[in-house]
């Protein structure tokens, strides 16, 4: 029977495409909607994965990454005096307005490293060398959103806050919430690129030494210093939260997903049940020739599945290529999750059953005395 | 008889005594069938004719297993359907009825041949033989060279001849038919009919055939002719004595 009611799913072309075409937009629109979503709230964190540290202490009220919240300079001696704690350095991060050759100014991000260590240094560097940090007025800047500071060369040079930078490399960068560009220097230097201010620094990069576990080492830092203290785990996490919580995001968004939900459920509900409708005599038919009820209900289910199955590989199919030909790094902010996958096969099947359960229910009234009636 | 089974006669195919169906209550209530008591023997082909209403079409629907009864027996084969359940009514239908109806009711999306093997398929026979039995029984009606034709690549006689095919291919032993000519022309009626009495009828089966087509009573062995609700009157056909 289940050969049956897939000819007879397939066999009204324009049915089972409508049906398929429908239930697969539908998918696309909820993968596209949620992968920006996760994109969105992915990007608030990245400023963490820019600088990649095991450990993050930060002032115990800290709520995202991009609060600029001082930290003493003793906060600093005391965390390296921590048990477990192997090396702890200072971060800086401002926000600050960079005048570019042209006269137009722009904020950008301004991450001060480590001195010495280099510790909170790009990911990866596209061009020049780490060490060329320590010439006078040294920056390198990230490659993403660079085009905002009009494109520099290594060698070329702009201001901030009327001081000389001159970029001596080029960092593989990822784009932010804040879509700033990236400039890093050394710490001493960035503290001078920024207005005067008591507490300078405002994190601490930290690592566990051998033998300890992070939560050991996190749970001493906690009790020893009365600051927070993360992995780059919880860091992201604390971010993304905060924007989760305090921005209209997940709000917006999830009313396009619901709506989606919705026009899905009408778009192919509607379609199902027109379906059913045109096949009802068929089905009385088979219904007097002796096929039981709950064969036509399993004729039924099968079809909705093959067409959430089918719908939802091709709606998945061109969700996941905008992310793959927008690139790693676009400025589409989109990031496909496999959670999101899993849940939207989840809403898809939701979505069949659901919408089948009209035709069920008629099939299940059909009378097969209904096929004597000319 | 307080039984699901009776003493099979090999003479009786369906023994119909005191059934009465009503549809409907308070003001809609309607009383369909009234006392109707009626013998179909084995081997026969037996028409079923009267007005629109009288309720011919509601009594076919009763002998095949479809509709229940108010009251009154009705034993099919040694089968009380009035005694069975509706689980029970569904296998017996599965196995011992086919039904040909007046809109053919041919699948449009399955060809002459899956259309066909639709009953041996519901009776859970392996797709594969289904299609190699229901080619064979296009073959009996004459259309082994549309074995392959979707329904609306036939003609109205060709559909039809095709539902007879899918009538036999479980080989029941009680074929109901609702106006298996009305959508066809005269001649094309004709043929149709003499084709099924050649190959439908056996003297294992029998064959209820429901009419208003006067051209076609000279098929039927014997002829009840109802009006509102009654049998007033079975008749031998002397063509077929």
Request: aromatic share 8%.
């Amino acid at each position: 029977m289940i050969r049956i009611a897939m000819k007879m799913l397939m066999g009204d072309r324009a049915k089972y495409f409508t049906l398929v075409g429908g239930l697969s937009i539908v998918v696309f629109l909820f993968i596209q909607q949620g992968s920006v979503f996760c994109g969105l709230i992915g990007r608030t964190a990245k400023p963490v994965e820019a600088i990649g540290a095991p450990i993050w202490v930060v002032d115990k009220n800290l709520q995202v990454v991009d609060e600029f919240k001082g930290l003493l300079d003793t906060d600093l001696t005391r965390v390296r005096s921590v048990e477990g704690v192997k090396w702890a350095v200072p971060l800086f991060i401002r926000q600050v307005t960079v005048r570019l050759s042209n006269g137009k100014f722009q904020a950008v991000r301004l991450v001060g490293i480590d001195n010495a260590t280099m510790v909170g240094r790009p990911p990866k560097i596209l061009e020049g060398r780490i060490e060329d940090l320590n010439a006078p007025d040294a920056v390198i800047i990230g490659k993403a959103e660079m085009e905002r500071l009009g494109n520099p060369k290594i060698g070329d040079t702009f201001e901030i806050n009327d001081r000389r930078a001159r970029v001596v490399g080029i960092a593989d960068v990822p784009r932010d919430f804040l879509s700033n560009p990236y400039v890093y220097a050394t710490f001493d230097r960035a503290v001078q690129y920024t207005p005067r201010e008591r507490k300078l620094m405002n994190y601490i990069l930290a690592a566990p030494k051998d033998g300890y576990t992070m939560a050991q080492v996190l749970a001493n830092i906690r009790k020893t210093t009365d600051l927070a203290a993360y992995d780059e785990d919880g860091m992201r996490w604390l971010t993304m939260n905060y924007y989760m919580k305090n921005t209209g995001i997940p709000v917006n968004i999830g009313i396009s997903l619901f709506l989606v939900f919705l026009v899905g459920m009408a778009i192919i509900g509607q379609t199902f049940y027109a379906f059913a409708l045109q096949n009802e005599k068929y089905f009385g038919a088979l219904k007097a020739m002796g096929t039981s009820s709950f064969t036509l209900v399993k004729m039924i289910v099968i079809q909705s599945l093959v067409v959430g199955v089918i719908g939802y590989g091709i709606g998945v199919g061109m969700g996941t290529m905008i992310g793959f030909l927008a690139g790693p790094n676009a400025k589409l902010a989109f990031y496909t999750p496999y959670q999101l996958i899993y849940i939207s096969f989840i809403v898809t099947i939701l979505i069949c059953l659901l919408s089948s359960i009209l035709s069920i229910q008629r099939v299940l009234r059909l009378e097969p005395a209904v096929v004597f009636r000319g | 008889m307080t039984g699901t089974k009776s003493a099979p006669d090999p003479c009786r195919a369906v023994t119909l005594q005191s059934v009465n169906k009503s549809f409907g209550v308070g003001e809609t209530f309607i009383k369909v069938l009234k006392d109707i008591t009626l013998d179909i023997k084995c081997g026969e082909l037996l028409l079923l004719v009267g007005p629109s209403g009288c309720g011919k079409t509601t009594l076919l629907s009763v002998l095949a297993g479809i509709l229940d009864v108010d009251d009154g027996v009705v034993d099919v084969f040694g089968s009380r359907l009035d005694q069975f359940s509706q689980s029970k009514k569904t296998d017996f239908r599965r196995n011992s009825i086919g039904f040909i109806f007046q809109q053919y009711n041919l699948i449009p999306t399955l060809t002459a041949t899956e259309n066909v093997a639709v009953p041996l398929i519901v009776n859970k026979k392996p797709y594969d033989k289904a299609l190699v039995k229901a080619r064979e029984y296009l073959e009996l009606v004459g259309l082994g060279d549309r074995a392959d034709h979707f329904p609306s690549q036939l003609s109205g006689g060709q559909q039809q001849r095709v539902a007879i095919a899918r009538a036999l291919v479980g080989e029941p032993r009680l074929i109901v038919c609702d106006e298996p000519t009305a959508a066809l022309d005269g001649e094309t009626g004709k043929l149709v009919m003499e084709m099924f009495r050649k190959v439908a009828l056996s003297p294992e089966r029998a064959i209820v055939v429901v009419t208003h087509d006067n051209r076609i009573f000279g098929y039927g062995d014997r002829i009840a002719e109802m009006l509102d609700g009654r049998i007033i009157d079975v008749r031998e056909n002397p063509e077929h004595l």
